[in-house]
C-alpha cells in the first residue's frame, strides 16, 4: 500500500522570501503557504527549479502537485534521482519521468488545481521538479510562479532489497496501488487540521483492525466519527488559517481568540462524539459493540463558539478573578462553564446571560435589561460572517427572553396533556380505551403515535369480547383512526392503514351492527378519499388499497358503501390524480364484484355508463384509458345504454381519435356477439335434425353401416393432449373431403358429431371437411413448422425439431435450456436472457420465449388464451 514518503527541500533556483520560501513544501495543512518565486518586473520566462530529498529511499507509484489560484506554471517537467550520498545530485544525473500540463486561471481566480501522475514503480531518493513559464492574467502582473504543496506516494525500500528494485525499476509499467490511509491524500491533508488528520489516522487503523475482529457495529460508529472529524477538520483548518493571517499582520488578540476558539470546539466535539470511548486505550469497551443514541444516525455537530463569545468569556472571567478573592476556585467555575459549549442558540444567550447577571449585580433579570455587543471585543473581518451573534438575540431586551435563558426548556419533552376541547372531541376513546391511550394519538412525537396504533392493533386482534360492546369499541377505534390517517408523517399513516384493515376485516364481521359499520365507513372514507389523491405514490397506493380493502368487507359490501362515493362523475375540475384514483378503484370493484342493476348499489350500468362518459372526457388521458375500460365492460351487458348515451356512429363522430377507437372495440363486441348467436343457432339446429333422426328411427328405419373413409378420418382427428405431433399436410397440400354416405341411423349420426369437435378448443365442425379445415388453418393451439410444412401442437414442437423433422440434423437441444436451436446460432443463443435454467413447475413457449407456469398441465391453454405474440393464429372466444 502506498503512503506519503515525507521529504525535505535542498534546492530552489528562486523563492520569495520571508513568506514564501520553499521549505513550505516540506509539510501539508491548510495554514500552508507554499512555494512562491520572487516578483520578475523583466518577465523573464526562464525554469524555475525545485529539488527534494527524500528521507529514505523510496518505491515512487505517484506525484502530486497542487497549483496556485492564479500564478500557476504551463508545465511541470519531473526528474528522479537515486543517490547513496547525502549531497545533491548534479543535474546530469537525474532521471526524467514525465511531465504535467496546467489549465489557465479560472474566471473567479478561486479555484486549484489538483494534478496526479501515475508513474511506473522507480527507486529514488531525489525528485526534481522544472517549472516554465506561467500564464498571464490580471493578477500576475510580474510573471511569478507558485505551488501550493507537493506530494509523493510510494512505499520505503528496505537496505536488502534496494538492488533488486532497481533493476525491476527499469520497467515501464505503471500499476495503480491504493493508499494506506486516507488522510495521505493531498485532497484530505490540505484542508483538513493537522491534529484531526492524526486522530483519523488512529481511527482508521482502529476500523481496520476490528473489520478483522467482525466488530462491526463498531466499524461503523469509526466510519462515522471519521466522516464528522473530517467536517470538524475543516473547519478547524480555516480558524488555523485565520490565526497564521492575523500573526503575520500581528494582531495577537485576534490571533489568541482563534487560539482559544480551536481548543473549544475540538474539547466540544471530542465529548459529543466520544473520541476517548473510540480510542478503547484501557482496553476493549463492549459499549462500542452496542448502538448507541449517538450513533443511531449520523451524529449532528455542535456549533462552535464565536469570536464575540470568547471575548466575552475572557472578559467576564477577568472580571470575575478581580471581584472575588478565590482566584483558583473562580477560574475552574468559569473553565467549567466555558467548556459547557452551546447546542442551539438559546444556550448560547443562557451562558452569557449568566455571566453578565453575576457580573453586574445592578443588572437583574426583572428590569428586561441586558447587555449589549462588548464594545471592547475585537473587531476583525478575517472570521467567518456566518459566525457573528445573531442581532435577533443581541439586541432582545423581554422579560420573556431572559426568563428563557435562566430556564431553558429540556431537549426531550414528556408526553403532551390533553386540553379541554381534545378532551371533549374524544371523550369515548377514553372512556374505551383509557386515557394513555389516547394521549399518545395526541402526542407531538410521531414514536408516541406508532406505539398507539400498534397497543390499538393488539386490542382489536384481541378475541375476548371488548368491555364496552363491539359497536361503541368500533366507534371510539374510528374516532382514533380519523385522526390517525390525516397524519403527515407516512410511518403513522401507513400504521393506520394497517390497523383499517384489521378493524374490517378481523374485528368488525358478524359482531358490529350494519349502522355502526356505515358511519365508521362514512367518517373514514372521505379523508382515504383525499389521501387517495396525494402527489406521493407510495401514500395514495397505500390508500387506494385500504378502500378497496374496506370494500371487500361483507358488512360493507351489503350495504353498498363504498362504491356509490367512487362512481360519481369526475369532471374536468377534478384533480388527474384523484380521478385517476377513483376511476381504477372503480374498475376494481366491476371486476371483482360485478355489474348490478341495482340502482342503490352503485355499480348499475346507468351509474357505470354516466361515469364512464364523464372520465372519456377528462383531459387527463390515463382517466381516459380507465373510463374507456369501464365503458367496454358495461357495453357488453347493456350495449343500447352506451350507443344511446354516446354521439352517433357515423363518419364524423368518428373522426375523433378517442371515439373512433371507441366505436372499434364496440365492433369487436358486437361480432363476437354474433358469432355466439350463430354457434348456438347452430347446435340448435343440430338438436333438431337429432330428433328428426330418432323419430324416423321409431317408424322403422334402419341405418347402414358407416363408410370406412369417415371411420379412417375420425381416428386420424382423434387425438390427446399428450399425443405426438400430428401427422397433417404436407407442402400446403389442401385438406381431403370426406363425404358421408346416407342413410346412417341415430347413433352413427350422434357419433359423427362428437367426432367433428376440436380436441384442443372444442370447436364444433359439422363436417369431416371442416374439422380438418380448422386443424390446418384456424386452430390456436397448433402451428406449422416452416421446415417441413407438418402441422405441430405448440406443446411438442421442439421434440418435434429434434426428432420427427425433416431438417432435424440441423437443430440441436440447448443444454441450458433444453430448447431446439439451430447448430450455427447455438452460441449467440447461450447469451440471449431466455437461455436459463428453468425450475420445476415452469415451462418455455416454443414459439415467444416466455415463461409458462404448469401448475395443473393447463400452463399452455392460459398461455394461449392470453395471446402469444408470436402465434399468427388467434383464438375465437
Known amino acids: 500500500m502506498a503512503k506519503k514518503i515525507p521529504f525535505s527541500c535542498v534546492f530552489a533556483s528562486d523563492e520569495d522570501l520571508p513568506t514564501y520560501p520553499a521549505s513550505e513544501l516540506n509539510s501539508h495543512g491548510p495554514h500552508i503557504f507554499g512555494w512562491r518565486s520572487k516578483p520578475d518586473p523583466s518577465l523573464d520566462k526562464s525554469p524555475k527549479e525545485i529539488v527534494l530529498k527524500f528521507h529514505y529511499p523510496a ?90 504543496a507537493v506530494n509523493v506516494l510510494g512505499e520505503e525500500c528496505q537496505a536488502n532489497d534496494l538492488n533488486h528494485l532497481r533493476i525491476k525499476s527499469s520497467s515501464d509499467e505503471s500499476t495503480e496501488i491504493g493508499l494506506s490511509s486516507i488522510t495521505d491524500d493531498l485532497s484530505y491533508c490540505m484542508y483538513v487540521e493537522e491534529s484531526i488528520v492524526d486522530i483519523v489516522k488512529k481511527l482508521e487503523q482502529l476500523k481496520h483492525r476490528a473489520v478483522e475482529d467482525e466488530r462491526f457495529e463498531y466499524a461503523r460508529k469509526l466510519k462515522l466519527c471519521m466522516n464528522c472529524l473530517r467536517t470538524v477538520g475543516e473547519r478547524l483548518g480555516r480558524y488555523a488559517l485565520s490565526k497564521r493571517l492575523s500573526v503575520l499582520k500581528e494582531d495577537f488578540n485576534t490571533a489568541r481568540l482563534r487560539k482559544e476558539q480551536m481548543e473549544l470546539y475540538k474539547k466540544v466535539v471530542f465529548e459529543k462524539l466520544e473520541i476517548d470511548k473510540l480510542f478503547e486505550s484501557d482496553g476493549l469497551l463492549v459499549e462500542n459493540d452496542i448502538c448507541s443514541e449517538t450513533y443511531a444516525a449520523k451524529p449532528q455537530l455542535p456549533p462552535a463558539p464565536t469570536l464575540v463569545e470568547v471575548a466575552k468569556y475572557l472578559e467576564n472571567l477577568k472580571a470575575n478573578e478581580a471581584s472575588n478573592g478565590d482566584t483558583a476556585g473562580k477560574s475552574s467555575t468559569q473553565q467549567d462553564k466555558l467548556h459547557e459549549v452551546p447546542q442551539s442558540p438559546q444556550f448560547r444567550c443562557k451562558s452569557n446571560c449568566d455571566q453578565i447577571s453575576k457580573s453586574s449585580p445592578r443588572s437583574s433579570p426583572n428590569t428586561g435589561s441586558l447587555r449589549r455587543r462588548n464594545k471592547s471585543a475585537p473587531r476583525n473581518t478575517n472570521y467567518d460572517h456566518d459566525e457573528r451573534e445573531i442581532p435577533t438575540l443581541r439586541h432582545s431586551h423581554t422579560n420573556e427572553f431572559l426568563r428563557e435563558c435562566h430556564h431553558p426548556e429540556p431537549e426531550t419533552r414528556g408526553r403532551s396533556k390533553l386540553n379541554d376541547r381534545e378532551k371533549r372531541q374524544a371523550s369515548i376513546p377514553i372512556l374505551v380505551f383509557g386515557i394513555d391511550i389516547v394521549e399518545l394519538f395526541y402526542s407531538r412525537q410521531f414514536q408516541d403515535r406508532e406505539e398507539a396504533l400498534l ?180 357495453y357488453k351487458v347493456n350495449p343500447r345504454l352506451i350507443r344511446k348515451q354516446l354521439p352517433p356512429d357515423d363518419e364524423i363522430t368518428r373522426r375523433n381519435l378517442l371515439y373512433r377507437q371507441l366505436f372499434a372495440e364496440f365492433d369487436k363486441i358486437d361480432m363476437q356477439r354474433k358469432r355466439e348467436i350463430l354457434a348456438e343457432q347452430k347446435v340448435n339446429t343440430i338438436e333438431f335434425s337429432i330428433n328428426e333422426c330418432s323419430s324416423s328411427e321409431t317408424s322403422g328405419e334402419t341405418s347402414r353401416p358407416k363408410s370406412s373413409n369417415v371411420t379412417e378420418s375420425i381416428k386420424m382427428l382423434r387425438i390427446n393432449d399428450r399425443a405426438s405431433p400430428i401427422p397433417f399436410r404436407r407442402n400446403n397440400q389442401q385438406p381431403q373431403i370426406y363425404k358421408s354416405k346416407s342413410g346412417q341411423s341415430i347413433k352413427d349420426f350422434a357419433k359423427r358429431q362428437e367426432t367433428f369437435k376440436c380436441t384442443f378448443c372444442d370447436t364444433i365442425a359439422f363436417s369431416n371437411h371442416e374439422l380438418d379445415f380448422h386443424y390446418w388453418k384456424i386452430c390456436p393451439y397448433l402451428t406449422k413448422c416452416e421446415n417441413c410444412k407438418d402441422i405441430v401442437k405448440i406443446s411438442d414442437f421442439n421434440n418435434h425439431l429434434l426428432s420427427e423433422c425433416e431438417r432435424t440434423k440441423d437443430f440441436v437441444k440447448c443444454d441450458v435450456c433444453h430448447d431446439a436451436i439451430l447448430v450455427r446460432e447455438l452460441e449467440q443463443h447461450k447469451k440471449e436472457p431466455h437461455c436459463r435454467v428453468l425450475t420445476s413447475g415452469i415451462a418455455k413457449c416454443p414459439l415467444c420465449r416466455e415463461n409458462i407456469y404448469l401448475p395443473d398441465d393447463g400452463g399452455y391453454e392460459r398461455h394461449i388464451s392470453i395471446g402469444c405474440p408470436q402465434q399468427k393464429r388467434k383464438i375465437i372466444k
Do not use: W
Open 59 to 148: 518505491k515512487i507509484y505517484k506525484i502530486q502537485v497542487l497549483a496556485h489560484q492564479y500564478l500557476i506554471p504551463e508545465r511541470i517537467d519531473l526528474f528522479i534521482n537515486y543517490s547513496s550520498k547525502s549531497a545533491t545530485p548534479s543535474s546530469q544525473t537525474f532521471e526524467y519521468i514525465g511531465f504535467i500540463s496546467l489549465s489557465q486561471a479560472s474566471e473567479n481566480f478561486q479555484s486549484r488545481e489538483l494534478q496526479s501522475i501515475s508513474i511506473p514503480e522507480k527507486v529514488a531518493t531525489h525528485l526534481k521538479l522544472r517549472m516554465g513559464g506561467a500564464y498571464s492574467n490580471k493578477l500576475n502582473p510580474h510573471n511569478q510562479l507558485a505551488l501550493l
Open 455 to 634: 397497543q390499538l392493533r393488539e386490542i382489536l386482534k384481541n378475541p375476548e369480547k371488548p368491555e364496552f360492546g363491539y359497536n361503541k369499541t368500533t366507534r371510539g377505534a374510528t374516532i382514533l383512526l380519523h385522526r390517525a390517517i390525516r397524519d403527515a408523517v407516512f410511518s403513522v399513516f401507513s400504521a393506520a392503514a394497517e390497523t383499517i384493515r384489521c378493524l374490517f376485516c378481523e374485528f368488525i364481521p358478524e359482531k358490529v351492527s350494519n349502522s355502526e359499520v356505515a358511519r365508521c365507513v362514512d367518517k373514514l372514507l372521505p379523508e382515504l378519499l383525499s389521501k387517495s389523491g396525494d402527489a406521493s405514490p407510495r401514500v395514495h397506493n397505500l390508500a387506494q388499497h385500504t378502500i378497496l380493502v374496506i370494500a371487500t368487507c361483507n358488512e360493507v359490501k351489503i350495504q353498498h358503501l363504498v362504491a356509490p362515493s367512487l362512481s360519481r362523475p369526475v369532471t374536468n375540475g377534478t384533480h388527474p390524480r384523484l380521478a385517476l384514483s377513483r376511476m381504477q378503484m372503480l374498475e376494481q370493484l366491476v371486476l371483482s364484484q360485478g355489474i348490478n342493476n341495482e340502482k342503490q348499489s352503485g355499480l348499475s350500468p346507468r351509474l357505470l355508463s354516466e361515469c364512464g362518459i364523464q372520465g372519456i372526457q377528462h383531459s387527463h388521458e390515463p382517466v381516459r384509458k380507465v373510463a374507456e375500460r369501464i365503458l367496454l365492460a358495461v
